[in-house]
């Protein structure tokens, strides 16, 4: 069973930086994507940013140029930093890979359970 863990969330004010952890288990996880994506209320959930094996990256207009992706194979980790935060960066953020595995030899869409992030003064 994929599992991927999310961490670091939790309450920031305007301006200020977050970093985000997501530890990935039971895939090639230096093979494969990584993405984040974030779901605020009463929005549908969208992509913030994702990182190819090859370590190139992409990202959403909105958080271009304050958020940064990166990954760690040695320790199956992808990160996401998030600097000058504003309260409509508020949302649970997902860590989402597209992947196979032993059990599923076939790409599947796999979801972490989410951590939340609350900008405000």
């Known amino acids: 069973q994929v599992e991927l863990v999310e961490s670091g969330g939790g309450l920031a004010q305007p301006g200020e930086s977050l970093r985000l952890s997501c530890i990935a288990s039971?895939?090639?996880?230096?093979?494969?994507?990584m993405d984040w994506y974030r779901q605020a209320p009463g929005n549908q959930r969208e992509l913030v940013a994702s990182i190819r094996s090859n370590g190139s990256t992409n990202y959403a207009d909105s958080v271009k140029g304050r958020f940064a992706i990166s990954r760690d194979n040695t320790k199956n980790t992808v990160f996401l930093q998030m600097n000058s935060l504003t309260p409509e960066d508020t949302a649970v953020y997902y860590c989402h890979t597209f992947a196979p595995t032993i059990v599923v030899p076939h790409p599947v869409d796999y979801w972490g359970k989410g951590t939340l992030v609350t900008v405000s003064s």
């Open positions: 039971k895939i090639m996880f230096s093979k494969y994507a």
